[in-house]
């Protein structure tokens, strides 16, 4: 019954999930894209400049791309998907060091191909984007191996890569997939596919977070894992959950439009994951591994499984979307 | 003068009696568990279109299905740690038999038919001594149980026959369970998965383990190329955001291949292979994860990642003459081939685990 209601609501309100879409579309992701792209072109600039890895303005630029992108990588489908680009952009976790190998080989053989951007682009996906440029960066090894000559056309070949690789993903969100999302055509067939996938970036930004960025730091209480926190050589790991929750926001609030108690739950939710973030004073989440400091990193973690289970059991029931029975099942 | 039990008994001998046959069930192309809006439980018979044909209903939540090679008769087994499987008349929908494992033991929800037809074979989990079972049924007549044997590991999941040679290859996928504790993982820091090669009396043949670093993915569905060469499934019990494999191929004596271990779209499957299957030629496997909202297709030959196709809650998944047919957990059909998918039918249903393809 519950699938034939669904029906017909939407049958009755078809305009409403389009405007929802296309709000969310035109506020949130294309900005969201745009200002990645942006920030990514001011990337290369400062590294065409200056490609030392110490330097102030190469350094700031690189937070501000990060950033950008960790904003809007909620977005995870469409545009960040085509020819892997979001890997190209962000290969992590990278549970097997292959980020470190391929830099420290590139560096030892001093390979050529970087020079030329259409050739880097088919490297290793482990070699390129943010992650590896903060090695370059902040890695005490890696940014003082090899010559700092080659280092600093590796520098400067990854700021290039990210620039056009985010230039692509910007474009086609303006010329194709913004038009996907604002009304069901090609990739999705009815408002309640464009919701639903709307939803699924908000469930798995906050996955990304309980599980990835702060799950993996934590570990197990025997075995707290340090090294693992996300962004740790630059001391981003934990501003990271915050850009995170920022992003989020409101796009859960944008989904739970006209809700008024849904929204309501929903800021505070967010203020008091936002809290606890705020008052951690650990910015790598070094505290993992002390009793006393680590039930802190737990109490924000479990903040955000509140999140989790309030989006999963009253928005997506509110929007119609039902968690997925297969998904949920595990067998 | 021959009499007319003997005649009967000669044409049945020469093959030659009006037997019931899958095309009276009306041919369906595929069996699947479901849901319906509702909340019921079922088994349907669908048409390679994903429309309807019949539906059985189940007492609670169904998993995989057997087909049985000749006569339309179908199985339909609980998801685990259900203790039914439900023989159907595909022609009818009647009940022909309910089978229930012997005390101490459930299903694990797979199981297959003896090439000739006359036993049945279902993956048990013996949970008082944490021992995997395969239980031999009876399915010339009445379906007895008739015996059991071991699975050759812990946890036996799915299961099907060999082409390369008369025996079962097990799925046992390592992870001991008890119904006390419902589906709560009680080994998992000494779980050791195995593909196991039976003969029909179970005697062990062959083992196929992983590479140690990888024993925590577990082995737990099955694809089987008529060359014999096995696909296996895993799902990943270690961290989130360990970069494993999903899909891994076996041909017995020899070592496992695992597919596009180095690339890191593995990491799109959330550590989850839910159903599968090799397209009709063989040069392709399909891997479904409902976590992941992806389906897979990967190269047989060199092991690449060929290709992603996003569905929400996809899990069944089967050959195709083009391709593959995939199911979702929002009742939809899709037909996939190298350059896209392509919307089929869509029921009032979600489609469960897996897609059990009739040929």
Request: a negative charge.
């Amino acid at each position: 019954m519950r699938a034939l209601a669904l029906t017909l609501t939407l049958a009755a309100a078809p305009a409403a999930a389009s405007e929802l879409s296309s709000t969310i579309t035109g506020q949130l992701i294309l900005p969201a894209f745009q200002e990645l792209a942006a920030d990514s072109k001011a990337l290369n600039k400062a590294a065409a400049k200056d490609c030392h890895p110490q330097s102030e303005t190469l350094r700031a630029a690189y937070g501000d791309a990060f950033e950008a992108w960790v904003a809007a990588s909620s977005y995870r489908f469409g545009p960040t998907e085509t020819d892997s680009r979001a890997f190209a952009l962000a290969f992590w976790p990278d549970s097997r060091s292959k980020t470190p190998k391929a830099l420290a080989n590139l560096i030892r053989s001093e390979d050529p191909g970087i020079a030329d951007p259409a050739k880097f682009s088919s490297y290793s996906i482990a070699a390129r984007g943010f992650y590896a440029l903060e090695y370059l960066l902040f890695d005490p090894q890696l940014s003082t191996e090899g010559s700092d000559k080659y280092r600093c056309a590796l520098t400067r070949a990854i700021s290039t890569d990210i620039a056009s690789t985010t230039q692509y993903i910007k474009m086609d969100w303006e010329q194709n997939y913004a038009a996907e999302m604002r009304s069901p055509a090609n990739r999705y067939q009815s408002d309640a596919e464009i919701i639903q996938e709307l939803l699924k970036a908000l469930t798995t930004g906050l996955q990304v977070l309980d599980d990835m960025r702060l799950g993996r730091p934590l570990g197990t209480f025997d075995r707290p894992r340090p090294n693992r926190a996300e962004a740790r050589r630059s001391g981003r790991s934990l501003h990271h959950v915050l850009v995170s929750l920022n992003a989020l926001e409101p796009l859960a609030l944008a989904l739970a439009d006209n809700h008024t108690d849904l929204q309501a739950k929903i800021t505070a939710g967010f203020a008091k994951a936002r809290e606890k973030a705020e008052s951690l004073n650990d910015p790598v989440f070094a505290g993992v591994a002390d009793p006393a400091s680590r039930f802190r990193i737990e109490s924000l973690q479990q903040e955000i499984k509140d999140l989790r289970r309030l989006v999963t059991g009253e928005l997506g029931p509110t929007l119609g979307v039902e968690a997925g029975f297969n998904a949920l099942d595990g067998d | 003068m021959a009499s007319r039990r003997g005649f009967l008994a000669g044409l049945l001998a020469a093959g030659l009696a009006p037997q019931a046959s899958w095309a009276s069930a009306g041919s369906p192309a595929f069996l699947s568990a479901g849901k319906d809006a509702g909340g019921a439980f079922l088994l349907a018979g669908l048409t390679e279109d994903g429309e309807v044909l019949f539906r059985h209903p189940l007492p609670a939540r169904g998993h995989a299905a057997a087909a049985h090679p000749s006569r339309p008769e179908a199985v339909a087994f609980a998801r685990r740690p259900g203790r039914f499987a439900d023989v159907i008349d595909c022609r009818s929908g009647a009940a022909i038999a309910r089978l229930e494992p012997p005390a101490g033991q459930h299903f694990y929800g797979h199981g297959a038919f003896s090439p000739d037809g006359s036993r049945l074979f279902t993956t048990e989990n013996d949970y008082e001594n944490a021992r995997g079972v395969i239980g031999v049924w009876d399915a010339s007549g009445g379906y007895k149980r008739i015996a059991a044997f071991a699975s050759g590991g812990i946890g036996p999941h799915d299961m099907l026959l060999r082409r390369d040679a008369p025996g079962l290859v097990v799925a046992n996928g390592g992870i001991e369970t008890h119904p006390d504790s419902g589906r709560t993982k009680l080994n998992l820091p000494d779980m050791r998965p195995n593909l196991s090669y039976l003969n029909l009396d179970g005697t062990l043949e062959e083992q196929m383990e992983l590479p140690k670093e990888l024993h925590l993915n577990s082995i737990r569905h099955l694809a089987m190329r008529p060359d014999g060469t096995v696909g296996f499934a895993m799902q990943w019990q270690g961290d989130l955001g360990e970069q494993v494999p999903t899909a891994g191929l076996h041909q017995p004596g020899s070592p496992a291949r695992l597919l596009a271990e180095d690339d890191p779209r593995v990491l799109n499957m959330n550590g989850y292979g839910g159903s599968i299957a090799f397209s009709a030629d063989g040069s392709q496997i399909g891997v479904t994860s409902p976590r992941g909202g992806v389906l897979q297709v990967l190269d047989t030959v060199g092991g690449a990642l060929l290709k992603e196709h996003r569905m929400h809650d996809v899990c069944g998944l089967a050959a195709a003459p083009r391709g593959f047919t995939a199911s979702t957990g929002t009742g939809r059909f899709f037909a996939i081939s190298d350059t896209g998918q392509h919307r089929l039918h869509r029921a009032d249903l979600a489609w469960d685990n897996h897609l059990i393809p009739l040929s």
